[in-house]
């Protein structure tokens, strides 16, 4: 009797290493469903992930690890807060709805006349304007992130992480990497700002394994 052969592919094979290596596969299924180019941004977004999980046994830092690929910058001279929400849009899975925003808004913007827009568009959204710092800690502790105002509030930055001691932001003039501040000075900054926040409610990226 005859034993059947199993046919080896570069398919099967890349399965099973992903098994071996135990690779999240669930994040590369979720781009598929995209268009535009997408799959490059998954094959980039999968071996950042794979790559840090080998270099960084510590939790991740920071807590809203946002791929490059997915870091919007600024554009028409002036879209800060809309380029913060775009990326955050992203990082929390909303791809469809950040590829709409980024064509639909752009230019200056008010925490009024942003919230319209949001309800407008039946975006889940929290916010505050007063400065309470409670809101960021919650905004970094579920890995949502937030956009927050600095420069005396002449821009919004995206706050990627906070804790004790530091705090990490992703400015949209510069996205090539984070910059990182003491927390006390970020805050302080914040506040001095008008200490707007805004963030959509939706589900982050799962962290990196450890």
């Known amino acids: 009797m005859q034993a059947n052969?199993?046919?080896?592919?570069?398919?099967?094979i890349f399965i099973v290493a992903m098994v071996i290596l135990n690779i999240e596969l669930y994040s590369l299924i979720g781009y598929k469903v995209y268009k535009d180019g997408l799959i490059g941004t998954y094959i980039t977004s999968f071996y950042l992930r794979f790559n840090t999980q080998i270099n960084a046994p510590n939790d991740e830092r920071p807590t809203v690890n946002i791929p490059l690929v997915l870091r919007q910058e600024n554009w028409g001279g002036g879209s800060c807060v809309h380029a913060s929400i775009v990326s955050l849009f992203r990082w929390q899975g909303r791809y469809n709805t950040a590829n709409f925003w980024r064509s639909k808004y752009s230019g200056g913007a008010s925490p009024g006349s942003f919230a319209s827009k949001l309800d407008a568009n039946g975006i889940r959204y929290a916010y505050v304007t007063n400065g309470d710092v409670k809101f960021l800690e919650w905004a970094c502790s579920t890995r949502r992130g937030c956009g927050i105002t600095v420069m005396g509030g002449v821009h919004m930055?995206?706050?990627?992480h906070l804790d004790d001691e530091w705090a990490a932001i992703l400015d949209n003039?510069?996205?090539?990497?984070?910059k990182w501040i003491p927390r006390?000075?970020?805050?302080?900054?914040?506040?001095?700002?008008a200490g707007w926040a805004v963030t959509p409610i939706y589900s982050p990226a799962a962290p990196l394994p450890k």
Not at 157 to 160: A, K, N, Q, S
Not at 184 to 193: F, K, V
């Open 157 to 160: 930055v995206t706050l990627v």
């Open 5 to 12: 052969k199993i046919k080896i592919t570069p398919r099967k």
């Open 184 to 193: 006390e000075t970020l805050i302080a900054e914040w506040q001095a700002s």
């Open 173 to 178: 003039n510069n996205v090539s990497k984070f």
